[in-house]
Every structure is written in structure tokens, then in C-alpha cells.
């Protein structure tokens, strides 16, 4: 059973459409998370829920909304893609606290052309 | 602010040496530390964590992790490495504030292994 779930694994499309990456976990967790990679690898995080409450809302352009319809999954919508939007995507879970640190999901790669 | 610094972006070592990965941190409270691995194509996982307590932190596949507060440095190591542990590995600091947390991570530390 996978604890962090992310589909789909390999997303191309063009510029302007607009997409939606999902995230579930199974592992009871009350605080869910997207982080954004980089082609340097750089790691940053862009939100966060806590019990499908948004907690933590960095600096991203408004086209990324997150959708949280339990505190099992925290969907990731880009509106209006465009080519700086490629990354890996990664969603994350943890207990409220997080010091046990994030349980990750293998992420979502997009590539945007 | 608080920051994770990794000073080595690309480490190569021969199987069966040992391994040291640098990490040090900004922060102003007592930190939550942890390591990361990357193997290519897959998601972040966790090899161990430091909240208090000695000092000196085992994890899994080998590895441990020594926080030294007067260094603000939390390094890596492995006594012999293996092939299998070409990765990225990030460091990364637990910042909390009541139900907040979120973790800050260092750019990463690439290692490749010669056979």
C-alpha cells in the first residue's frame, strides 16, 4: 500500500492549459503539503493543510489553487500553464506537528512545452 | 531567517570509503533536524531525524547523523559506502509555530559512487 500517493507520475501539455495533479494519503495524517523541485533540485514549499484548513500559502502565481476535500487528499490545479511551470511536484504528509518529519509521494513530474 | 546550507553540490567517493555530508543551519529556537534521500526518479525519503537528546542519531540503510550546536551543523555519515547509495540527499530544518510546520531544505548534496 502506498502511504503518498500522486497521480499522475508524468504530465506533458501545453502552454496555457490548464491541469490537475492529485494527492491521497493512507496514512491518518492531519497536515498535507505541495513542494515544488526544480531543475536545480531546489526543494520549496508552496502550501500546506491542516485538517482541509490552509495553513501555509508561499508565494506562488494565484493560477496554482489547492483543493483539499478531506484531510486525505490536497489536489494541486494549475490554471493557465505555462513553461516556467515545469518541476517535479511533490506532495507530502505529515502529523500536525510534522516533527516526525513528511512521509513524500514519488511527485509528479510536468513538463510544460 | 532560518536556512539550511549544504555546502558540497556533488560528492564523489569509492565504494567501501566512508562519507561525510556537510549540513548547517540558521535557525534561532532548537532546531528539528533531518536527512533526506533522493534516488533518481523517486520521491523523498527519510533516513533520520534529530529532536533532542544525544546527539548522535542512527537512521536507516546504515546511515547516522551528529548534531553539534556550537557548529550549527547537523553532518552525515556513512562508515563504507555502498553503490546503491548514488543519491541526493537533503538536509532539512523543522520550523513550528503551533499547528504550523514546515520544513526548510538545504539545495542538495549529490553523491555518486566509483566503483
Known amino acids: 500500500d502506498t502511504a503518498v500517493s500522486q497521480t499522475p507520475k508524468y504530465l506533458v501539455t501545453q502552454m496555457g492549459n490548464d491541469k490537475s495533479i492529485k494527492c491521497e494519503q493512507n496514512l491518518g495524517h492531519d497536515t498535507m503539503y505541495w513542494y515544488k523541485q526544480d531543475s536545480k533540485k531546489f526543494l520549496k514549499i508552496m502550501f500546506s493543510?491542516?485538517?482541509?484548513?490552509?495553513?501555509i500559502n508561499e508565494t506562488v502565481p494565484n493560477r496554482f489553487s489547492p483543493k483539499s476535500p478531506d484531510k486525505a487528499h490536497l489536489n494541486l490545479h494549475i490554471n493557465s500553464l505555462e513553461l516556467g511551470d515545469s518541476a517535479v511536484y511533490f506532495c507530502?504528509?505529515?502529523?500536525?506537528?510534522?516533527?516526525?518529519?513528511?512521509?513524500f509521494g514519488s511527485g509528479t513530474r510536468l513538463t510544460v512545452v | 531567517a532560518q536556512s539550511v546550507t549544504q555546502p558540497d553540490i556533488h560528492i564523489t567517493v569509492s565504494e567501501g570509503a566512508s562519507l561525510e555530508l556537510r549540513c548547517n543551519y540558521s535557525y534561532g529556537a532548537t532546531p528539528y533536524l533531518f536527512w533526506y534521500v533522493q534516488s533518481p526518479g523517486q520521491g523523498l525519503q527519510l533516513l533520520l531525524k534529530y529532536f533532542s537528546g544525544d546527539t548522535l542519531v542512527q537512521g536507516i540503510k546504515g546511515f547516522e547523523a551528529e548534531f553539534k550546536r556550537s557548529q550549527s551543523s547537523f553532518n552525515l555519515r556513512k562508515p563504507s559506502v555502498h553503490w546503491s547509495d548514488a543519491a541526493e540527499y537533503f538536509c532539512?530544518?523543522?520550523?513550528?509555530?503551533?499547528?504550523?510546520?514546515?520544513?526548510?531544505f538545504g539545495k542538495g548534496t549529490k553523491l555518486s559512487v566509483k566503483p
Open positions: 532539512a530544518v523543522g520550523i513550528y509555530g503551533g499547528s504550523q510546520g514546515n520544513l526548510i
Open positions: 507530502a504528509s505529515s502529523q500536525e506537528t510534522a516533527v516526525g518529519g513528511y512521509t
Open positions: 493543510y491542516n485538517n482541509k484548513e490552509l495553513i
